[in-house]
């Protein structure tokens, strides 16, 4: 069994989760509890979505394990570029997160 990690091993191999476009609009609000694939740890907690120490907590869990739909149902695009300099991210995720920003930023100017 391997003890360390690497880039095929562990959370830097893992893809990140993250849609093309840059204007969905959330589904999520009030009280929500994460999905088992993204906070898989017990106990089950609830987050209150209009408290930001909680919406940074989800978007962090969210930005970290979540898929495609989950991003788009729980972090709201305009939100999370304002909250992004505060989460912890692990490297390759903030890399991922900080490129798709600057294409989007690229797109946005160009119209």
């Known amino acids: 069994m391997a003890r360390t990690r690497s880039l095929t091993l ?49 978007y962090e869990q969210v930005l970290r394990e979540g898929t495609e739909a989950d991003v788009e149902h729980y972090v709201d695009p305009e939100e999370l570029a304002a909250l992004f300099d505060e989460l912890v991210l692990p490297p390759t995720v903030r890399r991922t997160w900080e490129e798709w920003f600057l294409r989007h930023d690229e797109a946005r100017a160009e119209c």
């Open 10 to 58: 562990g959370p830097a191999a893992r893809p990140v989760a993250i849609p093309e476009a840059f204007d969905w609009e959330p589904a999520a609000s009030g009280t929500v509890t994460l999905p088992f694939h993204v906070r898989w740890s017990d106990p089950v907690v609830a987050y209150d979505m209009a408290v930001r120490a909680d919406r940074l907590r989800v």
